[in-house]
């Protein structure tokens, strides 16, 4: 039986500066979805370019690679903290940014450190957090940056009535650059970490956290399942965050007004239902919980599109924010899990940051040409129902993880830490 969800004294004094790079993470990464339709009005572009432009900034999730790997060279608190700073500065200079080009190169060096922040902040948490805490403890992180995209709903009725740019929006999302700086100190390494830098100087041998060390064997069939997974998550994570505002704007004729009653709904009925779905991780196993947040987001995220009455559409985005935000826990929980300390990072750069956003980075590319013939609400419809071929993948090949602890070898097939 699974005792109380509480903060030690060590998880108490670094909390405040993970939520604060998680707030702020997900309010950038949300920005560009949710000013998109005034982005594309003020540069004078098509929706089907805006479409291209979101694939070229996706790909610096996948350069991120290289930051996030850092983390198993360097540490996990030097990379989360230097990443929380850079993502601020690029946010801060996308506000002024001249032409489409310059906005285009300005956020595609902001997605390299918003995930580098996002990945290595998991890594810390499940590295610092129980096994039968860590699904509460990333629902909570992941929860946080949802609260981010609650702080751009609440901020656009304001922009727009006050007759301001969407530029705004990118000021405020350099805000964490200040009190991160300040807090910095309250970040310790990882004790998981730690112990490996100490195995090392004894001359213990281990197994090197070398760049293909998550494509040998025996870790190599997960890095394979886990990197498909990614992919087809994201084609329902990013396939519902990048469009929702473009249709609502463009094809339902919502008000700037009905947007932001969109946005709040969303993310005030998406903060409970991650808080439980963190909480379904940990008490009916991963495998389970996944089966029950693809299926119910996939499905739900096909009605937002599909639907046209105002009131069905909103119910429908309130259910599928929460589970389709929620696809984050599960595939991070997941990859955390299945990997030893010394190629976690690596691990999670290989199968998120190289492989799996590759989905991120189709999913605009391929909405925006399906719509030409299908219309913008079917072709993100079909995207958004594909994570369904990750949950095959993950019932079927990955084990539960859920039982062990992340510092213990696993024990599938033979398959130890020590290979």
């Known amino acids: 039986m699974s005792t109380k969800f509480m903060l030690n004294a060590r998880q108490k004094r670094m909390w405040p500066i993970l939520i604060l790079g998680a707030f702020f993470e997900g309010f950038d990464d949300t920005v560009i979805n949710i000013a998109l339709p005034y982005i594309v009005q003020d540069y004078g572009i098509s929706p089907q370019m805006s479409g291209y432009a979101l694939s070229i900034i996706a790909v610096g999730t996948m350069v991120a690679f290289f930051v996030s790997r850092m983390a198993d060279m360097i540490g996990r608190r030097q990379v989360f903290l230097t990443s929380v700073y850079l993502y601020s500065v690029c946010s801060l200079l996308t506000a002024f940014a001249p032409n489409i080009e310059v906005f285009i190169f300005l956020q595609f060096a902001a997605r390299i450190f918003l995930i580098g922040c996002w990945s290595v902040g998991y890594v810390i948490l499940c590295e610092e957090f129980s096994t039968e805490h860590r699904g509460s403890a990333v629902g909570r992180f992941q929860l946080t940056a949802v609260f981010g995209a609650l702080f751009i709903g609440i901020l656009l009725p304001v922009i727009t009535k006050l007759g301001l740019s969407w530029r705004v929006l990118y000021v405020v999302g350099a805000i964490p650059m200040i009190p991160v700086f300040l807090l910095r100190k309250r970040l310790p390494e990882t004790e998981a970490f730690l112990r490996m830098q100490e195995e090392k100087k004894r001359g213990n041998k281990l197994p090197k956290g070398d760049f293909f060390g998550p494509w040998k064997s025996p870790y190599i069939k997960y890095t394979v399942v886990m990197s498909i997974v990614w992919v087809?998550?994201?084609f329902g994570i990013k396939g519902t965050l990048n469009f929702f505002t473009l249709r609502a704007v463009n094809e339902l004729n919502w008000t700037p007004n009905m947007v932001s009653i969109g946005l709040l709904t969303q993310t005030v009925t998406g903060i409970l239902i991650i808080a439980l779905n963190g909480k379904l991780m940990d008490r009916i196993g991963r495998k389970r919980a996944a089966a029950i947040i693809i299926t119910v987001g996939c499905i739900f995220s096909v009605f937002v599109f599909t639907l046209h009455h105002f009131y069905a559409v909103l119910i429908c985005s309130m259910i599928a924010s929460g589970f389709v935000n929620s696809f984050l826990?599960?595939?991070?929980?997941?990859t955390n899990e299945l990997f030893p300390t010394e190629i976690r990072a690596g691990a999670m750069a290989w199968?998120?940051?190289?492989?799996?956003?590759?989905?991120q980075i189709l999913v605009p590319t391929v909405v925006s040409t399906l719509a030409l013939s299908l219309g913008l609400g079917n072709a993100v419809a079909l995207a958004v129902s594909?994570?369904?071929i990750s949950l095959i993948l993950i019932l079927v090949f990955i084990q539960e993880t859920g039982k062990r602890s992340i510092n213990k070898p696993l024990e599938h097939k033979g398959i130890t830490e020590n290979g």
Request: proline residues 5%.
């Open 351 to 359: 199968t998120n940051n190289i492989v799996g956003r590759l989905g």
């Open 386 to 388: 594909l994570p369904l």
């Open 232 to 234: 087809f998550l994201y």
């Open 329 to 334: 826990i599960v595939g991070s929980t997941l």
